[in-house]
T-cell receptor, first 111, second 115 residues
Framework: GQSLEQPSEVTAVEGAIVQINCTYQ??????LSWYQQHDGGAPTFLSYNALDGLEETGRFSSFLSRSDSYGYLLLQELQMKDSASYFCAVRASGSNYQLIWGAGTKLIIKP | IAGITQAPTSQILAAGRRMTLRCTQDMRHNAMYWYRQDLGLGLRLIHYSNTAGTTGKGEVPDGYSVSRANTDDFPLTLASAVPSQTSVYFC??????????????FGQGTRLTVV
């Protein structure tokens, strides 16, 4: 089957750096995306990696290793507003090009 | 303002009743999706449509139906609601060109409670 694995919960301190990992097993692979969802809100797009390497967007970076079927989201200089759930998602040809979603990682930030 | 709109934002529904959740986008995206998200869990795909006139089943299609008469609208119908369909429903849209960054845009969600 097709699946994505990510930790259910991560705790970090305000101002610190945190990494959220995602491993995937899919039929075909076009790219790995990350979405953020605050409680009660809709998911919003953060980043997309189609090729190996690191993509940086402000305080957030995303990394992909296609050979390892692995990626991560790196959040730097954590702020309380970063408290949210983070989802990785893969677009795979084996699923008729639909996004396959991880179950989400709840990021808890402590002052 | 361009985006994707869902209606209603919340609803309490008696079991056995029929209900249609509405979704409209004005971004001219060819692909649209319906997800359900149960408390504390991830998104599960109910149905999708890669282009107007076509639909497909997702991970959890039973009890739901969709139609895609045009590019903008993608309604989701519960023919006879059951309590297990209590959830938050998200509609989303994107371009569906494989290999490109096809970011999904989400509506604000419909919180449905079936009693």
């Amino acid at each position: 089957g097709q699946s994505l694995e990510q930790p259910s919960e991560v705790t970090a301190v305000e101002g610190a750096i945190v990494q959220i990992n995602c491993t995937y097993q899919t039929s075909g692979f076009y790219g790995l995306s990350w979405y953020q969802q605050h409680d009660g809100g809709a998911p919003t797009f953060l980043s997309y990696n189609a090729l190996d390497g690191l993509e940086e967007t402000g305080r957030f970076s995303s990394f992909l290793s296609r050979s390892d079927s692995y990626g991560y989201l790196l959040l730097q200089e954590l702020q309380m507003k970063d408290s949210a759930s983070y989802f990785c998602a893969v677009r795979a040809s084996g699923s008729n090009y639909q996004l396959i979603w991880g179950a989400g990682t709840k990021l808890i930030i402590k002052p | 303002i361009a985006g994707i709109t869902q209606a209603p934002t919340s609803q309490i529904l008696a079991a056995g009743r029929r209900m249609t959740l509405r979704c409209t986008q004005d971004m001219r995206h060819n692909a649209m999706y319906w997800y359900r998200q149960d408390l504390g869990l991830g998104l599960r795909l109910i149905h999708y449509s890669n282009t107007a006139g076509t639909t497909g089943k997702g991970e959890v299609p039973d009890g739901y139906s969709v139609s895609r008469a045009n590019t903008d609208d993608f309604p989701l119908t519960l023919a006879s609601a059951v309590p297990s369909q209590t959830s938050v429903y998200f509609c989303a849209s994107s371009d569906s060109i494989p290999g490109l960054n096809t970011e999904a845009f989400f509506g604000q969600g419909t919180r449905l409670t079936v009693v």
